[in-house]
T-cell receptor
Framework: AQSVTQPDIHITVSEGASLELRCNYS??????LFWYVQSPGQGLQLLLK??????LVQGIKGFEAEFKRSQSSFNLRKPSVHWSDAAEYFC???????????FGDGTTLTVKP | DGGITQSPKYLFRKEGQNVTLSCEQN?????MYWYRQDPGQGLRLIYY???????QKGDIAEGYSVSREKKESFPLTVTSAQKNPTAFYLC?????????????FGSGTQLSVL
């Protein structure tokens, strides 16, 4: 069965600092990988996704993620964090033959002024 | 604007009562999903439907029921058999249900027990 681990429950960074949120997955083949962001009391919004090809993918709001097959990881990065990036971030894996998404437990990002 | 509408935003349930959460989409999507979110946890799939008049159980379907009589609507009923219903419920849709499609989410319904 597929699974997703987000090792960091909570991360605090200063505004303008760089950010990396970790995501590790377990799946028998190369899955579809997604990062979503959730503001408090709201639904989730897609940041970026990876299916195949270039392992570095660009998303909205200046985010990027790198797929590393050898490490079963899909870490999310941003070079300079803005206060508006404070939110909860979810990594999700989707099996290529079933279409069902499995989400990690999320990482809450706090941005210090 | 196209999107997913969930109502109500907040809902309270009394002991032994069934309550129904509404989810409507005008995106013309075939697939619709219900997720449950508890604090500090990720989303867990309750039910999903990839076509009208058909739906499948997700990972935590016990105590819940759904219907899909119309393409645009996928209501979720939380029955009295669900002993711990307090959670944030999210409805989502995707164009066909294929794995490479992103999910579009509603704004959620917070259900609490009185």
């Amino acid at each position: 069965a597929q699974s997703v681990t987000q090792p960091d429950i909570h991360i605090t960074v200063s505004e303008g600092a760089s950010l990396e949120l970790r995501c590790n997955y377990s799946y028998g083949a190369t899955p579809y990988l997604f990062w979503y962001v959730q503001s408090p009391g709201q639904g989730l919004q897609l940041l970026l996704k990876y299916f195949s090809g270039d392992t570095l993918v660009q998303g909205i709001k200046g985010f990027e993620a790198e797929f590393k097959r050898s490490q079963s990881s899909f870490n999310l990065r941003k070079p300079s964090v803005h206060w508006s990036d404070a939110a909860e971030y979810f990594c999700a894996v989707v099996s290529t033959n079933a279409g069902k998404s499995t989400f990690g437990d999320g990482t809450t990002l706090t941005v210090k002024p | 604007d196209g999107g997913i509408t969930q109502s109500p935003k907040y809902l309270f349930r009394k002991e032994g009562q069934n309550v129904t959460l509404s989810c409507e989409q005008n995106l013309n999507h075939d697939a619709m999903y219900w997720y449950r979110q508890d604090p500090g946890q990720g989303l867990r799939l309750i039910y999903y439907s990839q076509i009208v008049n058909d739906f499948q159980k997700g990972d935590i379907a016990e105590g819940y029921s759904v219907s899909r009589e119309k393409k645009e609507s996928f209501p979720l009923t939380v029955t009295s058999a669900q002993k711990n219903p307090t959670a944030f419920y999210l409805c989502a849709s995707s164009r066909t249900g294929a794995g490479d499609e992103k999910l579009f989410f509603g704004s959620g319904t917070q259900l609490s027990v009185l």
